[in-house]
């Protein structure tokens, strides 16, 4: 059974960092182009970051560039989110998204709240 489980979200302060994580389990995440979207309340599920299936090529939302990471972790089987510079609108739901073989794979999220 092919499952992404998100961790690391939580309440932080503006200005401040998180680390996300997303560990899968079922396949391998370094044979799977993944990404980080997220939803906020009342609005759209939006692309924030995407890792190509090499690892060489990454894509950032006009809106996150320069303050969040990308990367993944094959040892480990997960793919990271590091976010710095937190800023209140970055306050969604983050989910994990893995493209294997045309088959599409999303975690069940995990909620950042920016507030002070």
């Known amino acids: 059974q092919v499952t992404l489980v998100e961790s690391g979200g939580g309440l932080v302060e503006p200005g401040g960092s998180l680390r996300l994580s997303c560990a899968a389990s079922g396949f391998t995440i370094s044979q799977a182009t993944v990404s980080w979207h997220r939803q906020a309340p009342g609005k759209q599920r939006e692309l924030v970051a995407r890792l190509s299936l090499t690892g060489g090529t990454s894509n950032y939302a006009d809106f996150v560039k320069g303050r969040f990471t990308i990367s993944r972790d094959n040892a480990k089987n997960t793919v990271e989110l590091q976010m710095n510079s937190l800023k209140s609108e970055d306050t969604a739901v983050y989910y994990c998204?893995?493209?294997?073989?045309?088959?599409?794979?999303w975690g069940q999220g995990t909620q950042v709240t920016v507030s002070s």
């Open positions: 998204k893995a493209v294997q073989l045309g088959l599409v794979y």
